[in-house]
């Protein structure tokens, strides 16, 4: 059976929701949380998959792609990366996984957008 994107999004959500971030990490440390929460849940992501010409998503699982930032990253500077994901014909939907929230809009180039904080996971509003 054949997930839509919102029901695929979903399932990722929720395999993430049991990550419990250490404040100090590496960006290839969450890369190993995210792959690890994903794969318990029968997610198995490819990982640094490329999208488009110079544009490799850092994960990737049935049209979903999954970009992990650490921090708090600046639209101004992620936007623009997010959108050569969106421009893909390959990625149906997008989720940002970051340390502090970073407000996003709903959707890139008509394609849903999510956003999930790891610091909210320990209940820490930043």
Do not use: N
């Amino acid at each position: 059976m054949i997930q839509s994107t919102a029901a695929q999004m979903d399932r990722i959500m929720a395999a993430l929701q049991v990550i419990r971030s250490p404040l100090i990490q590496e960006e290839y440390d969450l890369h190993h949380l995210v792959r690890d929460a994903l794969t318990v849940q029968g997610i198995i992501p490819l990982h640094e998959y490329p999208v488009a010409p110079r544009a490799r998503v850092d994960f990737f699982w049935e049209g979903i792609g999954v970009e992990i930032k650490r921090g708090k990253p600046a639209p101004s500077q992620l936007l623009p990366q997010l959108r050569r994901y969106a421009a893909s014909p390959l990625i149906q939907g997008l989720i940002l996984i970051s340390e502090r929230s970073v407000a996003l809009p709903g959707t890139l180039m008509g394609k849903p957008v999510r956003t999930l904080c790891l610091h909210r996971l320990w209940g820490i509003s930043l």
